[in-house]
């Protein structure tokens, strides 16, 4: 193993030695001068009547898309204005057809397939940071954050004004944005910004750009041109307040006996946000009592592994600004990561989640999630370009109701909590370089003796991570993080988390690992480095990683596995030159290794890669890798080594143009091997666009397969001593899934929609061949019903006897067959009455079968799940924007 690491690091350093990219000729950088706004009102309209948009305007733009570099085929002008209190920008945007503007109406932060307008400034001019504002001619808006010189976070929703307008000409755009909307720096008396427009000609496929970026280069804000004339500005103090107020009626079967399934529950709730401009450099967010419905459920999943699933936060409070507190991706633009989950050091969704706890009442009622009595975020940038990212939160103390022996009472199950996340990211030499440092820390209040045994008393965790670019033209960049962790509880609680899917600390072949029954504390290290060359039509991705056993973020952060070491080395060219086929591709190719820190081999493999999009704008994508044998520390469970056969993975999809009233993108997978088994996925995904106001996509998907190696259970058995005194129990599973995700958006107007979500779910599980393994690091197996062994079938149980006539003793499987049903769904109209205040009306269903485990019949379970009894959620939801 250490001949091979070496290997990984010699060329990771090497590369960008012996590189011989072609030097690219610098470009000049744009000015474009802001006008100042005298003696006159500007009127958001879209007509450009006002004496400021008489001023000449900027028309030098350049084609990006089809022609790299090429000249727009329609003339675009700009103007940038300002005073005291607003930024105004206005475009002209000529087109010789203006009958075949495409005008798609959209909700915000929703729009796509449409012509657009698109303004994005970087106020702090860093080179790194700033806001995206785009248009489209039905006057449908997206906005959001831009971090990390070219990633962009939706979530971020201003206050801003726009217009526009249809001519003879083409169309008019007008803009108005607030600068106490904005996070800068006020104090200088003239002030450069960064700034950039593009346009979008969507029945061409062209996009323009005021600043033009090859599409073989990096980054975006980093080649924004200056916005000069800036002065004298005074946006003020700006607090804007959300109260809410919310109703909802819960329907679903009756339970008789149980006092707390009634068949209906009323609740009703109300809460405040908050936010201050405390500067104009700082932002302070509040909020009392939130309200974190989700308006939409999360997707259906089967799961057969040992390690929880990972659901997108969907809470405006979290998401709104999150990209500050990413953390371990500065500086790269192009990331790949194979058979290494990177650990997130913060998971918002840890915060206010489900109780934890449970009772061993008859009958028991628990809250749905932990009530948050508070949280503040403080973003923003301090001292000299600190990005400060700061998130405290204090949870109750939860009870669930219980009912025994006709005895109502309660009990804790989740105790009161502090959860505190801090951020800070310092930039300079103009982005190039970065150094950032992450805290997190989880407090718990124990009032009851047995949630001490199940849940951690504190965790920490520290991380630090940087990146710089070097070499010629900056073309390389090195980037990555280091972090440790460390968590306390009670001596029940740390062997709890040590015999955890995350570090099974009891693996009996593992040696460096040591289970400590009497541990009240774990700590543990992680770290990656990532050097790569992205610039250029020729790319090298190199990465090598590893993760302590110790280490543990996951109380309030997201890991999947411990006790690893990655690497991987990869090579690409990528091409944005149309030829007599392709207009574009891109492909590469390379090697992945990990080890355990025992120096077992865990994967070895190869991966090619190859996109491209033909000159008619449909597209394909292909994919294949071959994976040597391997060693797998959790296929057992937590027992010993297992190995895991070679195979392959293939998949191919093509997709259509974009443009076109009917989109479809068909795709199938295959991974598999000869001994292991193998599994087929076809599905797809297909969009309808019949006007201009109305978009249906549904997306199938039918996977099937065999894997020959499916755990089951562990049962001791001292005679078993081949395995260390344990018979680890496997069997071959045929596992059919069927899913549809089917979306419906109905969009009367950009202030109004009516949106659908709604998901079949059938998945399928036939257990078959049970065996135990044969010896640790093999895939050998004892088959039960061969040689003197015994397995036989009765009330729904397997009664084993693993050696007939011999010492060991019988045991019993219950059948783990299954055939889960479900249908989640949600349909949600909503009204924006005034910016930033809405009203919303959503049902929510859900609904579930188990019956005929482990047998696939489409109509009869589709008949089934019809026919279920479920639960439906009517819920009415108002809140008002106060912004002063």
């Known amino acids: 193993m250490r001949k091979k690491l070496a290997l990984i690091f010699l060329i990771i350093f090497l590369i960008p030695i012996i590189s011989f990219s072609k030097k690219f000729d610098p470009r000049k950088n744009k000015t474009i001068k802001a006008y100042r706004v005298v003696n006159e009102k500007i009127k958001i309209d879209g007509k450009l009547t ?39 920008v206005a475009a002209r945007l000529y087109d010789s057809e203006p009958n075949k503007i495409v005008k798609r109406v959209g909700m915000r932060d929703n729009m796509n397939d449409s012509d657009e307008f698109v303004l994005s400034i970087d106020p702090y001019n860093d080179k790194r940071s700033g806001y995206l504002f785009k248009v489209n001619p039905a006057n449908s808006i997206l906005d959001g954050a831009l971090y990390n010189d070219s990633n962009r976070d939706d979530s971020w929703d201003g206050v801003w004004e ?90 679903y079967p009756k339970e008789d006996g149980n006092p707390f399934r009634t068949g209906k529950d009323f609740s009703g709730n109300m809460g405040l946000d908050a936010k201050i401009n405390l500067k104009s450099n700082l932002t302070l967010n509040l909020t009392f009592n939130p309200d974190f419905g989700q308006v939409e459920v999360d997707p259906a999943v089967m799961n057969l592994t040992a390690y929880e699933t990972y659901f997108e936060e969907k809470r405006p409070f979290f998401i709104e600004g ?43 009622r628990y809250p749905d999630r932990t009530t948050i009595l508070g949280a503040s975020k403080l973003t923003g940038k301090i001292g000299n370009n600190w990005n400060i990212g700061v998130i405290s939160a204090l949870t109750a103390r939860e009870f669930a109701e219980t009912y025994t022996d006709n005895t109502k009472g309660s009990q804790e199950v989740e105790p009161m909590s502090f959860y505190g996340i801090v951020r800070l990211l310092k930039e300079f030499d103009k982005g190039k370089k970065g150094i950032g440092f992450i805290g997190t820390g989880i407090l718990r209040d124990f009032d009851d003796d047995n949630l001490i045994n199940i849940l951690n008393k504190r965790s920490f965790s520290f991380g630090v991570d940087g990146w710089t670019y070097f070499g010629k033209d900056d073309k390389w960049v090195a980037s990555g993080w280091f972090g ?7 001596p029940e609680r740390l062997y709890d988390v040590q015999l955890s899917p995350q570090h099974y600390f009891q693996r009996p072949d593992a040696d460096y690992l040591n289970l400590n029954p009497s541990l009240t504390s774990l700590e543990g290290w992680a770290g990656r480095l990532t050097i790569n060359k992205e610039k250029g039509n020729w790319f090298v991705l190199s990465s090598i990683g590893a993760i302590s056993p110790g ?28 030829g007599k086929i392709l207009r574009s591709f891109f492909t590469g190719g390379g090697f992945h290794y990990s080890y355990d820190f025992g120096g077992d081999k865990l994967s070895e493999g190869f991966l090619w890669m190859f996109n491209g999009t033909f000159l008619n704008y449909w597209g394909t994508e292909f994919n294949i890798g071959f994976f040597n044998k391997g060693l797998s520390k959790t296929s057992t469970r937590g027992g010993p080594l297992m190995m895991h056969p070679a195979g392959k993975f293939i998949s191919f999809s093509i997709f259509s143009d974009r443009r076109k009233a009917v989109v479809f993108m068909p795709r199938i997978s295959y991974m598999g091997s000869k001994e292991g088994g193998d599994n087929l996925s076809l599905g797809g995904f297909f969009q309808w666009k019949p006007r201009a106001t109305f978009t249906l996509s549904v997306g199938p998907n039918f996977s099937f397969g065999t894997d020959k190696s499916q755990w089951v259970t562990n049962i001791e058995d001292s005679f078993m001593t081949e395995t260390y005194g344990k018979r680890y129990i496997f069997s071959s599973i045929d596992t059919k899934i069927l899913s549809l995700q089917i979306r419906l958006s109905w969009v009367f107007s950009p202030k109004l929609s009516f949106t659908m979500f709604l998901q079949p779910f059938i998945a399928v599980g036939d257990y078959y061949g049970f065996k135990e393994l044969k010896m640790p690091k093999t895939y050998d197996f004892n088959f039960y019903g061969e040689g003197s062994s015994t397995i036989e079938f009765s009330d729904n149980f397997y009664i084993i006897d693993p050696d007939g006539e011999g010492p060991a003793e019988e045991f019993y499987i219950y059948n783990p067959d299954f055939n889960y049903k479900s249908v989640r769904g949600t349909a949600v109209l909503k009204w924006e009455f005034k910016t930033g205040s809405n009203f919303y009306l959503v049902w929510t269903q859900n609904r579930n079968n188990y019956a005929n485990t482990g047998i696939f019949d489409l109509s009869r379970d589709l008949n089934e799940l019809l026919n279920a009894k479920g639960t439906n959620i009517f819920l009415a939801k108002i809140s008002y924007r106060w912004g002063f």
Do not use: C
């Open 50 to 88: 006002e004496k400021v948009w008489q001023n000449k305007g900027r028309d030098d733009f350049v084609q990006s898309t089809p022609i790299d570099g090429g000249k727009p085929s329609e003339r675009t002008v700009v103007w940038v204005a300002y005073d005291k209190k607003n930024l105004y």
């Open 162 to 251: 726009s217009a526009v307008k249809i001519d003879s000409k083409g169309w008019v755009v007008e803009i108005k944005i607030p600068f106490n909307q904005l996070n800068f720096k006020s104090d200088k008396k003239e002030m450069i910004w960064g700034i950039n427009f593009e346009r979008v000609i969507k029945r061409k496929n062209e996009k323009v750009s005021f600043v033009w970026i090859p599409r073989n280069d990096t980054g975006f804000v980093s080649h924004f041109a200056k916005l000069i004339g800036l002065r004298d500005i005074k946006p003020g103090i700006y607090t804007e307040l959300l109260p809410y107020i919310v109703g909802q009626t819960d329907i």
């Open 484 to 490: 440790a962790s460390r968590i306390e509880g009670s």
């Open 551 to 578: 280490f543990d973020v996951s109380d309030l952060g997201f890991q999947r596995e411990t006790d690893i070491i990655n690497g991987h080395m990869f090579f690409g060219y990528k091409n944005f030159k149309p």
């Open 322 to 364: 999150a990209s500050i507190f990413d953390f371990g991706r500065g500086g790269t633009h192009f990331n790949i990561n194979i058979n290494w989950t990177p650990p997130d050091f913060f998971y918002s969704r840890r915060i206010g989640r489900p109780p934890q706890g449970y009772t061993d009442a008859e009958y028991s």
